[in-house]
């Protein structure tokens, strides 16, 4: 028992005096300061009213083209299927003829 203590003080005090060696006494939360001069405000508002103000987000338009896909294990969104319905020959998404398309995939 006496062993394993001599063992981490020895240990303890290596680490110390090497800490000392590389600059390590001031502790972890002075290598966290930065200088004044490096930090910067970040100001994205003038006032509070803009970072209250709504945002409008435009939808994104998607392209889609025909290439021979025809049924709705191949589709990845409901538009895509709604698009190849409208615009590609022999699809088979519309099992009961109804103009919608893959209504158990997309959980119509």
């Known amino acids: 028992m006496r062993t394993v203590i001599l063992l981490l003080i020895a240990v303890f005090a290596a680490g110390v005096l090497v800490g000392k060696k590389y600059g390590y006494q001031e502790g972890f939360a002075a290598h966290q300061q930065l200088p004044q001069d490096t930090v910067k405000k970040a100001e994205f508002f003038d006032t509070p009213e803009e970072y209250l103000a709504p945002v409008t987000i435009e939808p ?20 895509e299927a709604e698009y190849f319905l409208a615009n590609c020959p022999a699809v088979k998404m519309d099992g009961d003829h109804d103009g919608v398309p893959c209504e158990q995939q997309f959980g119509y």
């Not at 338009?61 to 538009?79: I, L, P, T």
Request: charged residues 35%; positive net charge.
């Open 60 to 79: 994104v338009s998607e392209v889609f083209q025909c290439d021979g896909r025809k049924h709705c294990s191949e589709m990845r969104s409901k538009a």
